[in-house]
T-cell receptor, first 114, second 116 residues
Framework: NAGVTQTPKFRVLKTGQSMTLLCAQD?????MYWYRQDPGMGLRLIHY???????AKGEVPDGYNVSRLKKQNFLLGLESAAPSQTSVYFC?????????????FGPGTRLTVT | AQTVTQSQPEMSVQEAETVTLSCTYD???????LFWYKQPPSRQMILVIR??????QNATENRFSVNFQKAAKSFSLKISDSQLGDAAMYFC?????????????FGTGTSLTVIP
């Protein structure tokens, strides 16, 4: 089991460029999430998905889009990158939303926008 | 949105000693779950311990235990017999019991240094 994987691990973009971050999980989890982590601010939810073909906005969705065409993959897109989107991005997944089910995290992607 | 507060940005502990990390949260709900995650320099988020709000008994996982004070909305993490490998950023997280999407709300983290 690879768990949750993220591609790429590092990326540098210029302002205005676009890119897609890929998250993949092999645990057959229904729920997937994208967070960003900024110094002094903890993790904040960008978008999430409660199943294949469904997505919803989280706390900080502006400037990002997502898609969940396959159950195991959750893509995060930046259409026109801005310096404010410099951050570490984490993908997570969970089996259910019931009980004390934890979220399993990927290793993160460090994105720098210049 | 829920608020999770970790008032200690940095903490340090001598190896083999005990340290307590603080966490408070703001909620009007009675059904929820609390978690502590560890993030070592590798950046990988690792679950340390979890607590169901309906359980009065404090959760324990080996050297890690919590002091859950529901009325005070406090959820502190105690690390006993600290080891060098415990050095990491620790995040407290809250999740509603009845929710849409299983959203976690994270605190801002406490950076723990273990002194040999």
């Amino acid at each position: 089991n690879a768990g949750v994987t993220q591609t790429p691990k590092f990326r540098v973009l210029k302002t205005g460029q676009s890119m897609t971050l890929l998250c993949a999980q092999d645990m057959n989890h229904e729920y997937m999430y994208w967070y960003r982590q900024d110094p002094g601010m903890g993790l904040r939810l960008i978008h999430y998905s409660v199943g294949e073909g469904t997505t919803a906005k989280g706390e900080v969705p502006d400037g990002y889009n997502v898609s969940r065409l396959k159950k195991q993959n959750f893509l995060l897109g930046l259409e026109s990158a801005a310096p404010s989107q410099t951050s570490v991005y984490f993908c997570a997944s969970s089996y259910s939303i019931y009980g004390s089910d934890e979220q399993y995290f990927g290793p993160g992607t460090r994105l720098t926008v210049t | 949105a829920q608020t999770v507060t970790q008032s200690q940005p940095e903490m340090s502990v001598q190896e083999a000693e005990t340290v307590t990390l603080s966490c408070t949260y703001d909620t009007s709900e009675s059904d929820y779950y609390l978690f502590w995650y560890k993030q070592p320099p590798s950046r990988q988020m690792i679950l340390v311990i979890r607590q169901e709000a309906y359980k009065q008994q404090n959760a324990t996982e080996n050297r890690f235990s919590v002091n859950f004070q529901k009325a005070a909305k406090s959820f502190s993490l105690k690390i006993s017999d600290s080891q060098l490998g415990d050095a990491a950023m620790y995040f407290c997280a809250y999740r509603r019991g009845k929710n849409t999407g299983n959203q976690f709300y994270f605190g801002t983290g406490t950076s723990l240094t273990v002194i040999p």
